[in-house]
């Protein structure tokens, strides 16, 4: 019997977020870890979002922002 590859997506972690009143948006360092590199690609990212946005869409909205800004297809 053949034991189909498996494919590993990467680990995402949001390592720091801040709310930056002053410029009224989010600033956080998105890290993925990803299978075979020994260490996280860290992404810086600025959100200019209402700041009673839902946990949830944060995370995904943080997440698209970083994978646009260096990651690419990982």
């Known amino acids: 019997m053949e034991v189909p ?6 680990a995402i972690r949001i390592a720091q977020l801040i709310y930056n009143a002053a410029q009224r948006r989010f600033e956080a360092v998105v890290e993925f870890f990803t299978p075979g590199i020994g260490y996280p690609l860290a992404i810086p990212v600025r959100l200019e979002v209402h700041q009673q946005i839902s ?20």
């Open 5 to 10: 590859a498996m494919h590993h997506a990467p």
């Open 55 to 74: 946990h949830r869409q944060l995370t995904r909205a943080l997440t698209r922002e970083a994978q646009r800004r260096g990651i690419g297809g990982i």
